[in-house]
């Protein structure tokens, strides 16, 4: 699996030193395989929405967002699964309690067990979430944070974070996290130090294109970034509008950045384990997305 060294360079010390940049801690790579490990341990049981592995799952990102002095809350919503079953869904919250928020997403609930056979869900979307608990603590009042439920009910969760959470408020952007863990898929075999920006050309950012900031700084970390899925329009399409939870805002007129590194041969199988992850390789991807996002932070 390939590999690539996280150095702390020149460049990188210089911008650490400017005002608003965030600083990346060396540790993260294992600390993503920590948090990956345990979501997609047989203790969480898949993760499925109404189970107790979802709860053991609920618990685990509020623990971790607590132990980092952030305010969590859990909101219960009700959701129905494909035999028309009720489902209590658990969508977990850090909310800065800004009228127009950046909303930073990733969706924590998996296929689960099914015919005996445990679906560990470890970069579908175990990633996401242990990025998003990696990032978090940097991010301030501009923000809403949300781990969602019942992303495979009709993305359930999303529609209950915009109609409860967010009544009443417009967010300016919204920013899914959604299976970035792997390289097992790359675009072109010759870079598999990748990350894929899908709506990133529709969105501004410090008043430039989303795109262009965000070209500017995969390069100081030797990653390709793509603007397109798999360089197929539509498939781009396909994604951006109709798979993921923030499918769920864009319909309401909301622009959205979906971070992912793609499906491979793993994805929403028995197979997709957390030792199947490129921790060096995740790890400054969520610095990309850490660096990008604290440029919507307002200064004050």
């Avoid at 990025?131 to 359930?156: H, N, T, W």
């Avoid at 008043?207 to 793509?226: M, N, T, W």
């Avoid at 197929?232 to 993921?244: K, P, Q």
Wanted: one cysteine or more.
């Amino acid at each position: 699996m390939p590999k690539i060294s996280i150095k702390l360079t020149l460049i990188s010390l210089l911008l650490a030193g400017e005002a608003g940049a965030a600083v990346f801690s060396p540790d993260r790579p294992q600390a993503l395989e920590r948090h990956v490990e345990f979501l997609s341990d047989s203790i969480c049981a898949g993760r499925r929405s109404g189970t107790p592995g979802s709860v053991e799952a609920c618990s685990y990102i509020i623990r971790t967002l607590e132990g980092r002095g952030l305010k969590a809350e859990a909101h219960a919503f009700v959701c129905a699964d494909a035999d028309g079953n009720q489902i209590i869904g658990r969508n977990v919250v850090v909310d800065g309690g800004a009228s127009d928020p950046v909303v930073v997403i990733a969706g924590y609930d998996g296929y689960g067990v099914a015919d005996g056979r445990l679906f560990p869900g470890a970069d579908a979307n175990a990633s996401g979430v242990a990025a998003l608990l990696e990032i978090a603590p940097s991010l301030k009042g501009d923000f809403v944070i949300a781990f969602l439920d019942c992303r495979l009910m009709r993305y359930g969760g999303a529609a209950d974070l915009l109609q409860t959470t967010l009544k009443g408020r417009r967010p300016r952007l919204v920013v899914n996290l959604d299976c970035i863990g792997t390289t097992l898929a790359p675009v072109h075999r010759t870079w598999p130090e990748f990350l894929i920006a899908l709506g990133a050309k529709q969105c501004a950012c410090a008043g430039k294109p989303a795109s262009a900031v965000l070209e500017e700084i995969c390069a100081r970390h030797d990653i390709h970034v793509y603007f397109d899925y798999y360089q197929s329009r539509d498939f781009t399409e396909l994604f951006y509008r109709r798979i993921g939870d923030h499918t769920v805002f864009v319909s309401a007129g909301v622009n959205a950045v979906v971070f992912t590194s793609g499906v491979t041969m793993n994805t929403n199988r028995t197979t997709d384990g957390f030792t199947t992850l490129d921790y060096p390789v995740f790890a400054a991807r969520v610095d990309i997305i850490e660096e990008f996002l604290k440029k919507y932070e307002r200064r004050r």
